[in-house]
Nanobody, 122 residues
Framework: QVQLVESGGGLVQPGGSLRLSCAAS????????MRWYRRAPGKQRELVAI???????TYVDSVKGRFTISRDNAKNTVYLQMNSLKPEDTAVYYC????????????????WGQGTQVTVSS
């Protein structure tokens, strides 16, 4: 079984920056896609960024130019550098990865655990 643990969230003023981390541990086998999602209060979970095993990246339009996803394969960790944060970025952020051709967190599940809270407020 693979576990995912997010960290790095917090309270930041508009225009500020945060760097999120998500570390995978356990019975890891061949991680390919790594993704960041977020869920704002009262809203559905939203895909924010994707990084493939080859390093190609994709972003939701609302974060393009502000967020950067990266990965450290040796550490089985995915990062999300968030700059120029806005109040509308406030959400719980989650990661999900494909390990051994399977999502660690089932996409259809509503509860993905704690994630890491990001609050953007003055």
């Amino acid at each position: 079984q693979v576990q995912l643990v997010e960290s790095g969230g917090g309270l930041v003023q508009p225009g500020g920056s945060l760097r999120l981390s998500c570390a995978a541990s356990g019975s890891i086998f061949s991680i390919t896609d790594m993704r960041w999602y977020r869920r704002a209060p009262g809203k559905q979970r939203e895909l924010v960024a994707i990084i493939s095993s080859g390093g190609s990246t994709t972003y939701v339009d609302s974060v393009k130019g502000r967020f950067t996803i990266s990965r450290d394969n040796a550490k089985n960790t995915v990062y999300l550098q968030m700059n120029s944060l806005k109040p509308e970025d406030t959400a719980v952020y989650y990661c999900n990865v494909v390990s051994g051709s399977r999502w660690v967190r089932r996409p259809g599940d509503d509860d993905w655990g704690q994630g890491t809270q990001v609050t953007v407020s003055s």
